[in-house]
């Protein structure tokens, strides 16, 4: 699917079928949460992102309110998708709300701002995924933060 | 070039609600069309229908399709009545209805009706393609309908051949899968209708690109992006259109093979033309702005340039993140 925040012009793409994992991964840590890294690339024009893949902590502590991941034992996998043609990388965080809606918390925007003032990290503008799910319904948002601001992609 | 982001484009400018105006237009003189041939024939004729691309969710607002099947019942043109005099005498009646504000043609199995163009310069096309019954009350059952061919469709020829088919079928199994699939089977169709209308003549007809998009996602895995998806459908038409086993069965009657409706040579020109498609794209992506153009009467500048934050070299995700 293909979502733009029409105000700032920015667009992401995701397919569905990494979406899918995504959830999938989700549901079996239910009713915790759950998260990890997102993976992806922008375009030439640096307009749009293109998201394509998830890499899992291998390191984390969780429960229904609270997730917290580690980077221990993921830097092969982000020098692998670097050295790939279309030179992959880390662009954001997505993580699961047990029974509750896909709206970033107080951690959740905390969060970001470690992102942004990491000078390793060095991406301006880090998205966010959250994916709200019960037993019954699923909802994803995304995000990203932009000029100090989290904007949410329709 | 971004591929992906310019068929988005493609698609999302040649959406069929951008052109609400026109598209009313077509709709009443369908209608209008419609209401002629109740008239004249009574109880003769069933419910006439658009089978059209709009029906199908697959239009594209630079050519609309508006198909109006109009099914006759088995005795309507005497209990000895052909084919040939059904499809005589619909375009009579419409020649002599239509002969003054509209070109009345012939066509392969239908009668093309092409309304001069109003104040506004719209030129409406609306395609009539009566059809019979097999046999007397059978329609209700079945909605089953011969056709008439007038003039060599393929490689069904003219006047010597009827095709059996049920048109509803046809339409829901296309709607079926274009709806469902929206992301992939609908796109990719409206992408190949996109780039049929580039060409003023084509032999290949709306309804095949259709079937043989649906037969391609049915015959391999086709996923990524919707240049990943195009790009393997353009490729399973070079690949095997032209091979001497590929067929093409009409979702309204199996017994059909709709790869009858293109000569041998018809197929090479498809097969070549994907081949040609695929070689200049993969030399140059502004190719696919020739083959697949954005409708410009709809296109939106871009009116801001904000862009996501260049980085330098391989972000490294903070060492520990909590989130709630």
Request: net charge negative; with cysteine.
């Amino acid at each position: 699917m293909i979502l733009k925040i029409e105000k700032i012009g920015l667009s992401l793409e995701v397919e569905d079928e990494l979406l899918n994992k995504l959830l999938e991964i989700g549901k079996t840590h239910y009713p915790k949460e759950f998260g990890g890294f997102l993976i992806g690339y922008y375009s030439e024009n640096n307009m749009h992102l293109h998201i394509t893949d998830t890499i899992l902590p291998k390191k984390y502590q969780a429960s229904k309110y609270n997730f917290e991941r580690s980077t221990k034992g993921i830097e092969n996998e982000l020098v692998e998708f670097y050295a790939e043609n279309l030179r992959k990388i880390y662009i954001g965080e997505w993580h699961t709300h047990p029974d509750n809606s896909p709206i970033p918390s107080a951690t959740d925007i905390s969060a970001i701002n470690t992102i942004i003032n990491s000078k390793k990290t060095s991406i301006a503008n880090p998205v966010l995924l959250i994916i709200g799910c019960s037993n019954t319904t699923v909802d994803f948002g995304f995000y990203v933060w932009f000029e100090n601001k989290l904007y949410k992609y329709e | 070039m971004d591929k992906n982001k310019h068929l988005e484009s493609v698609i999302s400018t040649h959406q069929i609600t951008k052109e609400k105006t026109l598209f009313d237009k077509y709709v009443k003189k369908k209608n209008e069309v419609k209401e002629a041939l109740e008239e004249n024939y009574g109880s003769d004729l069933y419910y006439p229908f658009n089978s059209g691309s709009y029906a199908k969710n697959t239009a594209i607002n630079t050519k609309f399709d508006f198909d109006l099947v109009s099914p006759f019942k088995r005795n309507a043109f005497g209990s000895n009545g052909t084919l040939k005099e059904m499809y005589e005498d619909v375009y009579y009646f419409l020649y002599e209805k239509y002969k003054d504000v509209a070109e009345v043609k012939k066509q392969k199995v239908s009668i093309g009706l092409e309304f001069y163009a109003d104040s506004d310069g719209d030129v409406i096309k609306i395609d009539v393609v009566p059809g019979r019954e097999l046999s007397q009350d059978q329609y209700r059952e079945d909605e089953n309908l011969n056709l008439y061919v007038y003039y060599k469709y393929g490689n069904i020829d003219a006047g010597s051949e009827r095709i059996k088919t049920n048109v509803k079928a046809q339409i829901n199994n296309i709607k079926d899968r274009a709806t469902a699939e929206k992301d992939s089977i609908r796109k990719i169709i409206r992408l190949l209708k996109v780039w049929k209308n580039t060409k003023y003549i084509y032999p290949t007809k709306s309804f095949f690109l259709e079937l043989i998009t649906i037969k391609a996602f049915d015959s391999k895995s086709i996923t990524g992006s919707i240049w990943d998806k195009l790009e393997t459908v353009l490729q399973y038409i070079r690949d095997n259109v032209t091979k001497e086993s590929f067929t093409q069965k009409d979702p309204g009657n199996s017994s059909n093979d709709l790869a009858d409706t293109l000569t041998s040579t018809e197929k090479q020109q498809l097969s070549d033309d994907m081949k040609n498609m695929l070689e200049r794209i993969e030399e140059n992506d502004e190719n696919l702005k020739t083959y697949f153009p954005e409708n410009t009467k709809f296109k939106k500048e871009d009116t801001n340039n904000n862009q996501y934050g260049k980085n330098s070299g391989m972000p490294i995700p903070p060492p520990k993140l909590n989130f709630g």
